[in-house]
Every structure is written in structure tokens, then in C-alpha cells.
């Protein structure tokens, strides 16, 4: 890895939140770490989103592989009261 440790951990935690299931793929990860010719590409349109569509993104996922909404806010690290607030808010 070419950079500091701080970005190598922003790195796999980008590809985890990006992640549809239990595996990160080689795509979700940058150059530095696949080899591939062009980060862009392999990044597709992720790096186009907001802050605020990631969260809904990612809050979808983990709703759609977990049996409940606490099972959820558990792994989303917040009360199943935000989580209501934020589904709310995305219309999810």
C-alpha cells in the first residue's frame, strides 16, 4: 500500500459500506491495492453520490440481509429509534 495506514483503513471501509453481501470484491477496492489500470472505472458511479444518498444506500443493504430493524441498528451502531428517523428520511 503507497499511503499511510489512515488511508488504507478509509480504503476497506469504503468497500465494506459499498459491499452488497458478506464479501468485498476487487472492484470496490482501489488501485493501488487491485492493480487495475483505471480507479475510475472500477469505481463506476459510486464516487458521483453524496454523503447523505451513501447512508441511504448502505442503510437499504443492511436492511434488506438483516430479519429486523434492531438487528439492523445494532450493525448500523444506532438506536432503532434514529434508524426509524433516517428510514423516514430516505423513504425507505
Known amino acids: 500500500w503507497p499511503g499511510n495506514v489512515?488511508?488504507?483503513?478509509?480504503?476497506?471501509?469504503?468497500?465494506?459500506?459499498?459491499?452488497?453481501?458478506?464479501?468485498?470484491?476487487?472492484?470496490?477496492?482501489?488501485?493501488?491495492?487491485t492493480g487495475?489500470?483505471?480507479?475510475e472505472s472500477s469505481?463506476?458511479?459510486w464516487r458521483l453520490l453524496s454523503l447523505d444518498e451513501m447512508e441511504k444506500v448502505h442503510i437499504r443493504r443492511v436492511l434488506e440481509v438483516t430479519e429486523s430493524v434492531q438487528e439492523a441498528a445494532g450493525i448500523l451502531g444506532i438506536s432503532t429509534t434514529t434508524l426509524w428517523r433516517r428510514r423516514k428520511k430516505h423513504e425507505l
Open 43 to 45: 469505481l463506476g458511479d
Open 36 to 39: 487495475s489500470a483505471s480507479e
Open 6 to 33: 489512515r488511508e488504507l483503513r478509509n480504503a476497506v471501509e469504503r468497500a465494506v459500506i459499498l459491499c452488497g453481501g458478506r464479501e468485498v470484491g476487487p472492484e470496490l477496492l482501489p488501485q493501488p491495492l
